[in-house]
């Protein structure tokens, strides 16, 4: 990702959460065919990575918080957290 969008709009990514627990306690397990499951948006580059906005929380202040950054790693995805939960983006919603 070069930038987070055309014209430097905010971009609505897929991601896929890595945590067993987001799915009904453990119970249905968790999401291992690398779709995404949740969404969020990407709303600015920081000097590490890109941050994102999770609206899927009850509590605005985790969900825009400044550490909510997606980085690249090592195997070539982006990866990051919300609520200490690690995601990838495996998709990327096109913004015209």
Do not use: E
């Amino acid at each position: 990702m070069q930038s987070c969008g055309s014209g430097g709009k905010k971009v609505i990514v897929g991601v896929q959460r890595h945590d067993i627990t987001y799915w009904n306690g453990g119970k249905n397990g968790g999401n291992n065919a690398g779709m995404a499951d949740h969404f969020v948006s990407i709303d600015k580059p920081v000097s590490d990575g890109y941050h994102f906005n999770d609206p899927g929380t009850l509590y605005p202040y985790k969900g825009t918080s400044p550490s909510n950054v997606f980085r690249l790693g090592n195997n070539g995805l982006y990866t990051g957290s919300s609520f200490g939960k690690p995601m990838t983006i495996s998709w990327i919603g096109l913004n015209r």
